[in-house]
């Protein structure tokens, strides 16, 4: 059984075990081998929580065998990550046919008789919807831990969003839950959402019974941390740019990391593979991963450059995908990496990439567009456009530069007419007309004047519309781009 630390792994494992108490004719045993320090004490442990006296004279390993042949015993060992070295023992005791071993480690075993059952956080709902609020395990644990702690205070009907969003917040894993939980004594829900999206230090409890590998999430991190081998925790640092996931491809051309890199990364609980190929870090994961990151201001401007180029080059290249045959399936694409996606446009506005910019921003627009995300477009362009307007005095406005703000600025108009804003709509896109036909932008000056065409027929300005349209078709048509030409005569 394996799971990240924090993951509920223990009380899964006690679970489990209680359930087989009818099926196994000599009892249980669990064996918390948090206190074994080296390989060699395994078999002590397991001798121990068996009342098994080791005589002196001859192999522990061998006795303990010999003792559990004509035995039926269901057998947990707990917290197995740190003396994984010394696990071979037990393949050799499965030997015995009565007994059923469970090992609990954020690292797999590698032995030939394993079964891997991966922990996954608790369930929880995938929207803020209210409707379906029961029947997630997520929900019922944080629910079960406020009536601890503010047992007068039930919690009520208006505080299920924010009790959904710190259970998204933590991605359903239980310790972080009661860590949060532990702060409803002093703080409003609404603050500790606050805080868990900002602050990983806040995950802690001053609780005295509680073992001190699980007194905060950054002891649990750390530990696991300390576990790993330089190069892994070098590896492990850069693929803390992902945001939404990532696939092989995008691992190698990013972090410089191979296949067999991510299966050891995968092994330790560190990665979560989904049944689509994607690999996935746990949140509060990343989050750790990335202050160590951040310590590093030429590795983080290094590989968030790199992690930006991969991204809106990918992008650029999908601008016909979305207007093909295969449309769904083009957006699609783009979405299971819109996370991604996002984190590199606004790294490129922060570094002012204009050229990468420029080339991703008609893929980028038609993708907001045509999955109706008019908000969401607005926000993007919106936020590039403030980001581009706010260089240096002595910045050169170089063409590129002009041009991408322009491009920036009409579709940002272009949505904003899509919410119904028609007045900043047509000056916005005027503006953008413009600027656009003073950088010769003719393509660019085409879809401008469409949008600036479908904004004063919103307004009911039907002549003014016509003739922007037919100004629209004649610069598509003197570029001959044929999808252009659909799209004006469309309207």
């Given at each position: ?397 170089t063409t590129s ?21 028609y007045d900043e ?58 999808w252009g030409i ?6």
């Amino acid at each position: 059984m394996t799971a990240p630390g924090g993951s509920g792994k223990t009380r899964l494992a006690i679970e489990v075990a209680a359930s087989q108490t009818d099926h196994v004719r000599d009892g249980l045993a669990f064996v918390t081998l948090g206190m074994v320090r080296e390989p060699d004490g395994i078999v002590p442990a397991i001798a121990a929580e068996l009342g098994l006296t080791l005589p002196g004279n001859v192999d522990p390993e061998q006795h303990l065998l010999d003792w559990l042949r004509d035995r039926s015993v269901f057998l947990v060992l707990d917290n197995a990550e740190h003396v994984i070295d010394g696990m071979p023992v037990v393949g050799r005791l499965l030997a015995a046919p009565g007994i059923t071993i469970l090992v609990t480690s954020r690292e797999r075993l590698h032995l030939q008789g394993e079964w891997v059952y991966e922990v996954d956080g608790l369930s929880v709902p995938t929207s803020d919807s209210t409707d379906s609020f029961e029947g997630y395990g997520s929900i019922e644990l944080l629910g079960e831990r406020l009536r601890q702690v503010r047992p007068r205070t039930p919690m009520r009907h208006e505080e299920r969003p924010v009790v959904i969003r710190i259970c998204q917040l933590v991605e359903g894993m239980p310790l972080a839950i009661e860590l949060a939980a532990a702060w409803a004594h002093s703080l409003t829900l609404d603050e500790i959402e606050g805080q868990v999206r900002r602050n990983l230090d806040f995950l802690s409890t001053p609780l005295r019974d509680v073992p001190d590998r699980h007194r905060s999430m950054r002891a649990v991190f750390n530990q696991t941390w300390q576990m790993l081998t330089a190069d892994e925790q070098a590896a492990y640092r850069r693929l803390s740019v992902f945001q939404d996931g990532f696939l092989l491809q995008a691992a190698g051309a990013v972090a410089d990391i191979s296949a067999s890199d991510l299966a050891a990364l995968a092994a330790k609980s560190l990665l979560a593979q989904q049944a689509d190929g994607r690999y996935r870090i746990h949140g509060l994961l990343r989050q750790y991963d990335a202050e160590l990151m951040e310590q590093s201001e030429r590795e983080y401007a290094h590989i968030h450059d790199r992690h930006c180029r991969y991204f809106l080059t990918y992008l650029a290249g999908c601008e016909e995908a979305p207007t093909g045959g295969d449309q769904r399936a083009a957006l699609d694409d783009i979405e299971s990496d819109f996370g991604n996606i996002r984190m590199a446009w606004n790294w490129a506005g922060q570094q002012r990439s204009v050229d990468l910019i420029t080339d991703a921003t008609h893929a980028f627009w038609l993708f907001h567009v045509m999955r109706g995300w008019m908000r969401e477009g607005a926000a993007t362009f919106g936020a590039m456009l403030e980001a581009l307007d706010h260089g240096s005095e002595d910045e050169p406005q170089t063409t590129s530069l002009l041009l991408a703000r322009a491009e920036s600025l009409s579709r940002y108009g272009g949505f904003q007419s899509g919410l119904g804003r028609y007045d900043e709509a047509v000056a916005q896109l005027a503006q953008g007309v413009a600027q656009l036909r003073c950088l010769d932008a003719t393509r660019e000056v085409g879809l401008a004047l469409n949008m600036l065409s479908a904004a004063h027929h919103l307004q009911g300005n039907s002549q003014e519309s016509k003739r922007l349209l037919q100004e629209s078709l004649a610069c598509y048509r003197q570029v001959d781009d044929q999808w252009g030409i659909a799209f004006s005569l469309n309207d």
